[in-house]
């Protein structure tokens, strides 16, 4: 699995990355075939006052994709409701499968 963290107008401090990275580790457990993962941190910037901060994460698999954007106040908030989603995601598609 490749994994692939990148953030955007802004440099993150290890902590956060380390963070990510720790946190992806999990997806595993939910899905065997996933080639790439893709992070993306940004900064909501509205009129020169930073807003949110957002995060995005797409997972390829083989014929699939799938995709999640979530915004809110700190950017490990918004990550952990991201990777919450996107475990609903996969599930959901593995069941649908399956049955």
């Not at 992070?39 to 698999?61: G, M, P, S, Y």
Request: hydrophobic share 40%; glycine share 0%.
């Amino acid at each position: 699995m490749n994994v692939n963290i990148q953030t955007v107008h802004f440099d993150a401090d290890v902590k956060l990355i380390d963070y990510v990275s720790k946190k992806l580790q999990k997806i595993n457990t939910f899905h065997d075939r996933i080639i790439k993962v893709d992070v993306f941190l940004k900064l909501d910037n509205v009129v020169h006052t930073i807003k949110d901060k957002i995060a995005e994460i797409r997972v390829h698999v083989p014929r699939q994709n799938f995709f999640v954007k979530v915004s809110s106040k700190s950017f490990e908030e918004s990550f952990d409701a991201a990777l919450d989603s996107l475990f609903n995601q996969i599930k959901r598609k593995k069941d649908k499968q399956a049955a």
